[in-house]
């Protein structure tokens, strides 16, 4: 009797009541499907401890990701790499830093081209290698070697330290120095070729492009000329005093000796939450 004098003496509280209660459910679960979305890479993760977006360490290292773009040996964006971003172990950016201030007073930059790894992107490597389908980029990365025995070269691991987020692929460039767009992709030129005839990454002549999967990349080849082995001289002896040792088959590889994590990491290259994505080159 209760209820029925409610509805005939005040139905339009009942009706608000109502409504109310409906505007409630409908917000909740759209807040609940929201929250089951994925995150976009341009919001920015949390780092694992003891890692460091390297623009928040340096903002004045170039930055040039490979595997985020198209612009590198397989020819697409690489496994686990969501952004065009270095992220690496605080230690190793601190080093970096210290050789940036170095090269400054010689008005010259790093320019990073990888930085950590993914684990999954190591495995899309290795898939990639066994694929004789596909074999698009080797007119620029790897002109006179075999792609399948790029892992027994030594040119891919299995295990990469990258993935310890203290190692790193990196280059010299002026100060001046600063990413053009390129938009069509370049046109494929052999990583071999002389400085003004490969492809222009903007770096001082290095005697090959980034990445070049050949004999020529070895950082004591005589082949490059003795301005180009002067230039890997001044690289590797100006990370060494940062505390980086180098690898005799990339000139452009680097490992920080005293490094503070013994295994590998498997999580995603994000966007760092201080800036936007870089676009993919």
């Known amino acids: 009797m209760s209820l029925d004098c409610e509805d005939r003496t005040t139905p339009g509280i009942s009706r608000r009541k109502l409504r109310v209660r409906a505007g409630l459910v409908l917000i909740t679960g759209l807040v609940l499907i929201l929250a089951a979305l994925p995150v976009p890479a341009l919001a920015g993760t949390a780092l694992p401890k003891g ?54 007073e010689k008005k010259l930059s790093l320019i990073v081209w990888d930085c950590y790894r993914p684990r999954r992107a190591v495995d899309d490597f290795l898939q990639w290698s066994k694929d004789p389908a596909h074999a698009e980029m080797k ?10 025995k790029l892992f027994a070269l030594g040119y891919l691991a299995t295990r990469s330290a990258h993935s310890r987020g203290s190692t ?24 071999t070729l002389p400085k003004g005839e490969r492809f222009e990454d903007g770096t001082i002549d290095l005697g090959t492009g ?18 180009a082995l002067r ?27 005293n490094e503070p994590f013994g295994q590998g990491f498997d999580f995603e290259v994000s966007a760092a939450p201080s800036s936007n994505e870089l676009p993919a080159r």
Request: proline share 8%.
């Open 51 to 104: 890692f460091v977006y390297l623009r928040d360490a340096d903002p004045t290292i170039v930055q040039d990701i490979r595997y985020a773009g198209f612009h590198n040996f397989v020819g697409r964006p690489i496994r686990g790499y969501l952004a065009a971003e270095c992220i690496l172990s605080d230690r190793a950016a601190t080093a970096l830093k210290t050789v940036q201030g170095m090269l400054a």
């Open 139 to 148: 007119a620029e990365f790897y002109p006179r070697t075999d792609k399948q």
């Open 168 to 191: 790193v692929d990196l280059g010299i460039v002026p100060s001046t120095f600063s990413l053009p767009p390129r938009n069509p992709p370049p046109a494929l030129k052999a990583c």
């Open 210 to 227: 980034y990445d070049c999967l050949d004999v020529m990349g070895n950082t004591s080849n005589a082949s490059v000329g003795e301005a």
């Open 231 to 257: 230039n890997r001289q001044l690289l590797k002896s100006t990370m060494a005093k940062a505390g980086f040792r180098p690898y005799a088959r990339e000139w452009w590889h680097f490992e920080l000796v």
